[in-house]
Nanobody, 130 residues
Framework: QVQLVESGGDSVQAGGSLRLSCAAS??????????VGWFRQAPGKEREGVAG????????YYASSVKGRFTLAQDNAKNTLYLQMNNLKPEDTAVYYC?????????????????????WGQGTQVTVSS
């Protein structure tokens, strides 16, 4: 059973930065190829994809709304994936979720971005004020 725990959400002013963490148990020690995605859901809106990464190949993909501002990074020793968010805007306010699942080797980051995940974290709140 994969367990995902997000952390790092906070309230910041526009232009600020945050780093979200997604700690994933079991996956790394069981599989060599899997996808991790970051998603967000703002109040009254549908959940939307933020970024995806293939663990094993390193390919990444970002939504156009965050490209150039958000960056994925991983710490294999800690089995943790990070979402570095810079130049935050009020429209980035949402609950952020990470999700993970096994994937075929050679999977692209875009595939991971669009993947329908079965394993989700509980979410972490990001609030950006103007």
């Amino acid at each position: 059973q994969v367990q995902l725990v997000e952390s790092g959400g906070d309230s910041v002013q526009a232009g600020g930065s945050l780093r979200l963490s997604c700690a994933a148990s079991a996956l790394r020690y069981t599989y060599r190829s899997y996808c991790v995605g970051w998603f967000r859901q703002a109040p009254g809106k549908e959940r939307e994809g933020v970024a995806g990464i293939h663990i094993g190949g390193g390919s990444t993909y970002y939504a156009s709304s965050v490209k150039g501002r958000f960056t994925l990074a991983q710490d294999n020793a800690k089995n943790t994936l990070y979402l570095q968010m810079n130049n935050l805007k009020p429209e980035d306010t949402a609950v952020y979720y990470c999700a993970a699942d096994v994937s075929p080797p050679g999977t692209s980051g875009e595939y991971c971005y669009n993947f329908r995940y079965n394993n989700w974290g509980q979410g972490t709140q990001v609030t950006v004020s103007s």
